[in-house]
């Protein structure tokens, strides 16, 4: 999520042209210019994709181009929103994209860290009634705060395997793993 403030960027490839590459290179293990690669490398290729971009449809035609030069699976960008997620989903299979995909989700570790990233990057968005939640929290103890934030993330887990086709949740706990655990164990995933 986010782009490092100092990187150049480099237009020799779009996310679609590198995965062709990596493709070549895994599958058939030669590079761009058909030259051979010894022991070429094992990967699963993966795309990222954002269910929150205004408008979707763009965001959707990216899909289907990966798609078609052969992305084993799709991660999105962290969503808050379960509405916003079983839209991105229908319209994705609207279209015919077929690969897995699986939902990123960011606990948060404080109040600042959502208030930053709310603020900060783009196309991230938190309900109001999540943020309520924390903020009310956290005012009574960082111990609250902690539990409510798991309270929260088992609840979207849940309605993510209730109410989705979704493969799967990619859950970034930046700083905050031990929450992990307990967050799985109430939305009753099994690890």
């Keep these: 999520v986010g782009d490092n403030p100092q990187a150049k960027p480099v237009h020799d490839l779009d996310s679609t042209q590198f995965i062709y590459m990596i493709r070549k290179i ?9 030259k051979k690669i010894h022991n ?9 994709a ?10 959707v035609y990216k899909l289907i ?5 052969g992305v084993d699976f799709i991660q999105t960008q962290s ?11 229908k319209e ?17 570790k404080s ?23 924390l903020y009310k929290a956290r005012k009574i103890s960082k111990e609250k705060f902690e539990d409510e934030n798991i309270e929260i993330f088992s609840e979207l ?8 086709n979704a493969a799967g949740i990619h859950m970034m706990a930046i700083g905050f793993e031990w929450v992990v655990p307990p967050i799985l164990e109430r939305a009753g995933i099994k690890v």
């Design 157 to 164: 887990c849940r309605e993510i395997r209730k109410t989705t």
């Design 40 to 48: 070429p490398p094992k990967f699963h290729v993966g795309a990222a």
């Design 65 to 69: 181009r990966k798609q078609n030069v």
């Design 26 to 34: 895994v599958d058939e293990g030669v590079d761009l210019a058909g």
């Design 50 to 59: 954002n269910p929150n971009a205004d408008p979707l449809e763009p965001e």
């Design 111 to 133: 109040i600042k860290m959502m208030e930053w990233l709310v603020k900060f990057v783009p196309g991230i968005t938190v309900p109001s009634e999540i943020q309520e939640r």
């Design 92 to 108: 994705v299979d609207s279209v015919g994209v077929k690969v897995p995909i699986l939902i990123g989700v960011t606990p948060f």
């Design 79 to 89: 969503t808050y929103d379960i509405e916003v997620i079983k839209r991105f989903l």
